[in-house]
């Protein structure tokens, strides 16, 4: 049995304003083809297939018409798709009836049994061959919120303790269930301890569900792979082999520009992982940061003016972060930046200012000091520490021209 592994496809970013349905549309075609010249008979999506929790009618069409269009070429593949942070559990799985016929299986959240307790039932979904022997049973959990889990007490962290124990608990009932030849996998969306969270440290894309990490050994050692998502960079987990990350198709931020975007591919014999490696995926719009360092804006429109000139269809050009260090304020600064990319061919996404180190030793005022202090000797401080210099003149007098208007209106 053939089997392939990506997660946090995110369909549906805007990329600092650009549309990215083109970069999604050409992964899901590459995929498909993918699936289909690799003989895959299960993809597992880790969570994170839509950017929000309310998908745009385009966004749901891509990803439905990605499906129909997979399960026609291969008629015989089966999926399973859990929900991530970033999609609604309930819209996810909304169109399930339908898909179970197709093969498809969702699973956006925990179900309850009559008592209340979670239906670990529901999290194993067992898979078949094409002779309809199942041969392996996959582990199948969605990311989990507040008030999903049993909360555990008397734990240091009840979040942390209650996952474990849910992938605990669904593995028992994996393990006495299958039976001989059969093997086990495991699915999740979830942030696991000690993982490179390179791509996440940007303040563009902070992690969601940092805080509470899971430990490698949630997974038991009897589980063959487990799939996870969540984390953008493609990674093994804990030093295992077989708890990995495959990483988000495309970058989603600029600090994942370094990295290659890849899917897993598995083989599984008997109840052995025989083959495994790592596919990588075209990149259709690369993300381009300019200059490597901070550089004063002179520099940095000189680095700029070398670019190429723009072609017929600025469509698909480069997404670029411009870097810039300075040491006053710029007014000016997006103006001269557009302007010198005019005829470029790039598409402007981002402008980073560095500032020149201030002097830090601007005390800050206690609360009965509040009545005492002008708007003016706030506004030298914090030019002080912003710029490492007094307040040229002319500023300071235009910045009292505003005062005494806004004054003078209050009154
Ligand atoms: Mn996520």
């Given at each position: ?179 001989a030849g059969q093997c086990i996998l495991a699915m999740g969306h979830l942030h696991a301890a000690n993982v490179d969270i390179q791509g996440h440290s940007d303040k ?157 030793n601007t005390t800050i005022e206690t609360f009965d000091k509040l009545d005492t202090l002008k708007p003016s000797d706030i506004f030298s401080k914090i030019y002080l ?27």
């Amino acid at each position: 049995m053939k089997i392939l592994h990506t997660a946090d496809w995110h369909i549906g970013q805007l990329f600092h304003e650009y549309d990215r349905s083109d970069e999604h549309q050409q992964f899901l075609y590459w995929l498909t083809e993918t699936l289909v010249l690799q003989e895959i008979d299960l993809l597992l999506v880790s969570g994170d297939v839509f950017d929000n929790a309310n998908p745009a009618a385009s966004s749901i069409k891509m990803f439905y018409t990605f499906l129909h269009e997979t399960s026609k070429r291969l008629p015989h593949i089966q999926m399973i798709i859990i929900a991530g942070n970033h999609d609604s559990a309930s819209r996810l799985e909304a169109p399930k009836p339908l898909l179970e016929s197709s093969n498809i299986h969702i699973i956006g959240m925990l179900e309850r049994t009559e008592n209340h307790a979670i239906n670990i039932e529901k999290l194993l979904i067992p898979i078949k061959n094409k002779t309809n022997d199942i041969i392996l049973w996959c582990i199948a959990i969605p990311y989990l919120r507040m008030g999903d889990y049993a909360t555990i007490e008397n734990v240091s962290n009840p979040y942390t303790a209650s996952v474990v124990q849910l992938y605990q608990d669904v593995f028992q009932l994996a393990n006495q269930k299958k039976q001989a030849g059969q093997c086990i996998l495991a699915m999740g969306h979830l942030h696991a301890a000690n993982v490179d969270i390179q791509g996440h440290s940007d303040k563009d894309r902070p992690i969601m569900g940092g805080v509470e990490c899971i430990p490698a050994n949630a997974f038991h050692e009897d589980i063959v792979y487990t799939a996870l998502g969540h984390i953008h960079k493609a990674q093994k987990v804990g030093g295992r082999e077989n708890v990995r990350y495959s990483g988000s198709p495309i970058p989603m931020s600029f600090s994942e520009h370094q990295y290659k975007h890849q899917v897993m591919m598995l083989e599984i014999k008997e109840d052995k992982l025989v083959n495994m490696k790592a596919i990588e995926i075209p990149i259709l719009v690369p993300l381009l940061r300019l200059p490597k360092q901070h550089e004063k804006l002179e520099n940095v429109l000189d680095e700029l003016a070398k670019l190429p000139t723009k072609e017929n269809e600025n469509k698909l050009a480069p997404y670029l972060e411009v870097r810039v260090l300075l040491d006053g304020p710029e007014p000016a600064l997006r103006h001269l930046i557009e302007k010198a990319i005019e005829n470029k061919q790039v598409r402007l996404a981002k402008i980073d200012v560095q500032k020149q180190q201030g002097k830090e030793n601007t005390t800050i005022e206690t609360f009965d000091k509040l009545d005492t202090l002008k708007p003016s000797d706030i506004f030298s401080k914090i030019y002080l520490k912003t710029y490492n210099e007094e307040i040229p003149n002319t500023l300071q007098k235009l910045f009292q021209d505003v005062l005494e208007e806004t004054l003078s209106k209050e009154n």
